[in-house]
């Protein structure tokens, strides 16, 4: 009778289909990791790339607020947070070309273990954009807005639905504040 050799007691026929196993393993992940969504060659039809809000993650808090149902930080790029601190928006006064904003939307939740009653961020919802440039975008007084949906099952997103005009969407609600620049928020006192 001949005796199978072992390794750490597997037997040298268990060995290769576990080695073929781990293999599909790093290959899935790799493959996984592969179809992970590049969020940079985003476009809104008709405008505003993804890719011109590079960076947004490390922006300046402007202002945050709170829906029934949501939390929402509004941030901005250094060109917008300097007209913002000059005491922008105000009636009269445009935000310079450049200027870029960035409202990120989570569902909320209380938090659990804070002494008193907060509500924090809980599942990334929506990530929306409004980039000032007067020469891309002449029709809207310069501005140009994009709105992402999240979807957090495939850690994805895409375009929220948008009017025909793309770039523009946002545009007709925002024109609401066209004395303030078409900017909503306002920077508070600190």
């Known amino acids: ?8 007691g597997l037997t040298s026929g268990k060995i290769p289909v576990i080695a073929i196993g781990m293999a599909l393993l790093v290959v899935g ?16 039809p008709n405008g505003l790339p993804w890719s011109d809000f590079r960076g947004y993650e490390d922006w300046q808090d402007v202002a945050v607020s709170q829906t029934q149902t949501e939390i ?8 917008m947070m300097e007209a913002f601190r000059s ?10 070309d450049g200027s870029k904003i960035a409202k990120i939307e989570w ?6 273990v804070s002494p008193y009653s907060v ?14 440039d007067t020469k891309r975008f002449p ?16 850690d994805t997103f895409k375009p929220a639905s948008l009017d025909p005009s793309g770039a523009q969407c946002g545009y007709a609600c925002h024109t609401r504040v066209a004395a303030q620049d ?3 928020t306002a920077y508070p006192k600190r």
């Open 1 to 8: 009778m001949s005796s199978i050799p072992t390794v750490n």
């Open 29 to 44: 992940g790799s493959l996984a990791i592969a179809e992970q969504q590049d969020r940079y060659t985003l476009t809104i």
């Open 72 to 79: 929402k930080a509004i941030i901005a790029n250094p060109v």
């Open 87 to 96: 005491g922008l928006p105000s009636t009269g006064k445009l935000f310079p």
């Open 107 to 112: 569902s909320f939740k209380r938090n659990t």
């Open 119 to 132: 509500n924090v961020p809980d599942t990334l919802k929506t990530l929306a954009f409004i980039e000032k």
């Open 139 to 154: 029709d809207t007084h310069g501005w140009a807005y994009a709105s992402w949906d999240y979807d957090a099952a495939t």
């Open 182 to 184: 078409y900017i909503y």
